[in-house]
């Protein structure tokens, strides 16, 4: 008989995980609490305008295209390559395109920000140096299974961390190779793509660097919405089954053995379980008998976001896909959203327009506005009032830097916050990624893949081992699909 597992949640680490235990011959079901398939990776139309309402960067396509072909050899993925990462808009006025590729990168921060080109080119050669060692050992394996580390570079990935990690925060290594305070925030800002802070996450976390100015943003063609909506459909047609408006509301286990999953509709029998929940809230409301792993849980958690999703009735040739309207002082904002838990007066405006590429995003004439700031997580806050103040701030901000009356061009509006994230996709207090990475041994305080307590219980996605994005999810799939196949030698290789 074909061993059944049954899936928590829907996000990319989920239907990840679906196509790769469907390809082990495994017979899979997945349960997803909302009425659609695809965790924080979903569409909405609002107006006549078309929206990704959570990620917009996207990186390591290959990974998404890999995962089609696990299944069938036909399927392709295309999207769209950016010739540019992002522009950066500074309060006193300067605005600085960075391109891709390394050569370009370092070109333009000569140019534009007086930094010395050689020594630009470095750096982010060191970054692709450092990606290629850190990579296979911290984001490709478990760190928690010795055979995974057997025959990797671990040596030569820990040399590299401790030369260029551990002893040094991300700041403080970008201050050692660059001089221009604004080249340092460009780099700083890499930290948000985890939700951590650069002024305390590991230097480590620059190979981010690799993918954001060498390789560069992609785009889905149809939008973000085609990673989730294409595994979906592929592994649906593999024989893989879906229960939307779900909810998990227990995992089932006796004797230390996984027997099956209660549900609001009904209790299932499964031989494994993988929970693509965030970790905290698997323990907190799935787990009710088993002591949870306190030490990691209580680590600080990653940021949460506030969004407004603006319909605006014209276009600005100045804006790209991906802009941001930087903090004057960076330092105080992350001050802001992780030790007083509050929104900082001058935030950081991130504002992503599919429509640059995806033209029938937005009307003709008109963009499709994603405008987010990082926010802290809900510990409280009057989120009515705070957010009421973020938009005029946000608003002022942009109507003095394009010089335009940004009000008069909304034409509507929804609005995203740390307690809808919480209560949409169940992420702890409205983190976005489940533990920041604001600790040098913040790779080795994610949860396994695994449980070590109840044998046949897997967990991905990205408030787990390897930790925040959606290649990260992709990765952590793969992984509990390793620690499966060796769990259960009989399965399909
Ligand atoms: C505003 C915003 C912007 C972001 N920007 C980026 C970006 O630019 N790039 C990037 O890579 N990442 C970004 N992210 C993070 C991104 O969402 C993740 O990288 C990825 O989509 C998370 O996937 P996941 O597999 O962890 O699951 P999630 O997408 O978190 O999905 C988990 C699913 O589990 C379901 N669920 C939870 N509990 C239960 C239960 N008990 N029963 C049934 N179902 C349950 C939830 O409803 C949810 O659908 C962003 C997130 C947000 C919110």
Redesign the pocket.
């Known amino acids: 008989m074909q061993m059944r597992v049954g899936i928590?949640?829907?996000?990319?680490?989920?239907l990840a995980s679906a196509i790769e235990l469907t390809k082990l011959g495994l017979e899979v079901t997945v349960?997803?609490?909302?009425d659609v398939i695809?965790?924080?990776?979903v569409e909405q139309r609002i107006g006549n305008f078309r929206f990704d309402m959570?990620?917009?960067?996207?990186t390591e396509p290959h990974l998404v295209q890999e995962l089609l072909l696990a299944l069938d050899p036909q399927q392709t993925f295309p999207y769209h390559q950016l010739d540019e990462s992002c522009r950066y808009f500074f309060n006193d006025g300067q605005q600085v395109n960075i391109p891709i590729h390394k050569e370009q990168v370092a070109h333009t921060l000569a140019s534009s920000l007086g930094e010395d080109s050689a020594k630009s080119l470095g750096f982010l050669h060191q970054m692709d140096a450092n990606y290629k060692a850190i990579y296979p050992v911290f984001i490709q394996i478990s760190l928690h299974r010795w055979r995974h580390l057997i025959g990797f570079p671990l040596l030569k990935a820990l040399r590299r961390i401790f030369k260029y990690g551990l002893h040094l925060t991300m700041n403080k290594q970008n201050r050692q190779f660059f001089k221009n305070p604004k080249t340092i925030q460009i780099f700083d800002r890499l930290a948000t793509?985890n939700g951590s802070s650069p002024y305390l996450a590991p230097a480590m976390l620059n190979i981010i660097s690799q993918l954001e100015f060498n390789e560069g943003p992609a785009l889905p063609v149809g939008g973000m919405v085609q990673i989730t909506r294409r595994a979906q459909q592929l592994a649906q047609q593999f024989g893989v089954k879906f229960h939307t408006n779900?909810?998990?509301l227990e995992i089932l286990h006796q004797h230390n053995n996984i027997t099956g999953l209660k549900t609001t509709n009904a209790n299932y029998d499964f031989d494994l379980v993988v929970s693509?929940?965030?970790i905290h809230?698997t323990y907190e409301?799935?787990l009710p008998t088993v002591k949870a792993p306190g030490f990691l849980l209580k680590q600080e958690k990653s940021s949460s976001?506030v969004?407004f999703y603006w319909g605006v009735n014209r276009s600005f040739d100045q804006l790209g896909v991906h802009n941001i309207f930087f903090a004057s002082d960076y330092q105080a904002e992350f001050k802001a959203i992780f030790e007083t838990k509050t929104l900082h007066p001058d935030p950081t405006v991130y504002i992503h327009i599919s429509s640059k590429v995806e033209t029938a995003d937005a009307p003709a004439g008109k963009e499709n506005w994603f405008v987010?700031v990082n926010a802290p997580i809900n510990v409280g806050q009057d989120w009515d009032s705070e957010i009421q103040l973020l938009r005029k701030r946000i608003l002022s901000k942009l109507t003095k830097q394009l010089n335009v009356e940004i009000e008069d061009c909304i034409e509507c509006e929804q609005i995203?916050e740390p307690r809808l994230?919480d209560a949409?996709?169940?992420?702890k207090q409205g983190s976005?990624?489940g533990n920041a990475s604001n600790n040098a041994f913040s790779a080795f305080l994610r949860h396994p893949n695994f449980s070590k307590k109840i044998k046949g219980l897997y967990f991905?996605?990205?408030?787990v081992h390897p930790g925040?994005?959606?290649?990260l999810?992709i990765n952590s799939a793969k992984i509990v699909a390793r620690c499966v196949q060796e769990d259960y030698p009989s399965l399909r290789k």
């Open positions: 928590i949640g829907s996000g990319i680490g989920a349960f997803e609490a909302n695809g965790g924080k990776i959570g990620p917009s960067v996207f793509y779900e909810r998990v693509n929940m965030d809230y409301q799935l976001a969004v987010m995203n994230i949409r996709y169940s992420g976005i990624y991905a996605g990205v408030t925040g994005g959606i290649p999810a």
